[in-house]
């Protein structure tokens, strides 16, 4: 009954201080108050994603162990259930699966080591004397292009190696060799309780989440596993596919080194865009030293014409489902990985880059991506 003998003035003044948070939301929610709070949230984004960083380059001894264990037991990992379907114990199919996959590694590293260390010294050379006669016949041109002087780049190389920074280099590279060893024994060891309880510790990891979140993150689990080996298992064959075009093809050319140029085309095969450039470039180099430009065009259009049936027949095929990346978000990753990992770094980002985009895709549902990231259908008028 008081409210209806309420002064007037009294009444408004009610009303204005109700409608004064009103006033602000929207003041937050439009034109530069909305603008302010995205910079805000992109801000904290951007600074989380930093510490992120930091943490794992400071922790790279650990990560990248780690993630590369994860990335073979998840190629492994078809192999090892097979098996424990079949009744193989749990314990026999981890070590079986373990024992096999090292033995393809060190089989691997063994043949590349073999074929390479006895020819290094000539496939060195060659690929220096292809440098100095592509740097002449650049200055043979009507117009003027800087040239690389190789005289001067060697005399760095030569002071460079009798200075006291290669010392202090030398030592560094101990210690990057008891690194490498460390985390060798480290990706074993992680590899194995990988394969063997796999499963078991991703549940464990998965208890504080429940209901929708729970689900989840199951998806995002089997995603990452399903990429990352369905990654390796593609990259293994689209290298090995590589190697053998173009080896076959410097075989019929008779270019001396074939083997090892075409074991180096398989390794850098696992560098996405630039890999594959790179190792066409050496062998052109050393076709034009030991048979002339005639040859070195042909290999350049051999690693043109694998690369193009690997690009548009067999990547398509082998690896649709791992890798659904943009060659501009391809390229992206590799310069962040290399800044960041160096050939490691240029190796891992890529794999990681897809499993970002597939835990987008699965974020609301098996065939649900995220929100944001949803296709957008135009208006109907």
């Known amino acids: 009954m008081l409210g209806l003998f309420r002064r007037p003035e009294t009444m408004s003044s009610s009303l204005s201080d109700a409608s004064t948070p009103m006033t602000e939301t929207r003041l937050w929610s439009r034109g530069f108050g909305l603008a ?15 510490i992120g960083v930091l943490v794992i380059t400071q922790l790279s001894l650990v990560f990248i162990p780690v993630t590369i264990a994860l990335i073979l037991a998840s190629a492994i990992h078809p192999l090892v259930a097979f098996m424990r379907r079949r009744g193989v114990p749990s314990i026999l199919a981890t070590w079986i699966a373990l024992i096999g996959i090292l033995a393809i590694l060190g089989g691997i590293v063994w043949v590349i080591v073999l074929t390479v260390r006895s020819q290094w010294d000539d496939l060195i050379e060659s690929a220096t004397d292809g440098v100095t006669q592509v740097t002449a016949w650049l200055d043979t041109l009507p117009f003027d292009i800087a040239s690389i002087d190789l005289d001067e780049v060697w005399a760095g190389v030569g002071d460079f190696l009798t200075s006291a920074s290669f010392g202090r280099g030398a030592l560094a590279g101990v210690s990057a060799t008891a690194s490498f060893f460390t985390g060798l024994a480290l990706m074993i060891v992680v590899l194995f309780f990988f394969l063997k309880d796999g499963p078991r510790i991703w549940e464990f990891l998965l208890r504080p989440f429940t209901g929708n979140s729970y689900e989840r993150a199951r998806r995002i689990g089997d995603k990452t596993v399903d990429v990352f080996g369905g990654y390796i298992r ?11 075009g173009i080896g076959i093809g410097l075989a019929i050319l008779q270019i001396p080194l074939a083997l090892p140029l075409a074991v180096i085309v398989f390794l850098t095969a696992f560098i996405p865009l630039v890999g594959a450039t790179a190792a066409g470039i050496l062998a052109a180099l050393v076709a034009l030293v030991t048979h002339g430009p005639v040859a070195a065009l042909i290999v350049v259009g051999i690693v043109v014409l694998v690369n193009q049936l690997e690009g548009n027949f067999l990547q398509p095929v082998v690896m649709a489902r791992s890798l659904k990346l943009h060659a ?7 310069t962040t990985g290399t800044i960041l990992g160096g050939i490691v770094g240029a190796v891992l980002s890529v ?31």
């Open 36 to 50: 302010a709070t995205r910079s805000l949230q992109t801000l904290s984004v951007l600074a989380l994603v930093a």
């Open 328 to 334: 501009l978000v391809i390229l992206l990753a590799l």
């Open 351 to 381: 794999p990681i880059a897809a499993v970002a985009w597939g835990i987008i895709t699965v974020w609301d549902g098996p065939h649900t991506p995220a929100k944001p990231f949803r296709k957008k259908r135009p208006e109907t008028v």
């Open 234 to 244: 593609g990259t293994s064959i689209v290298a090995a596919a590589d190697a053998l």
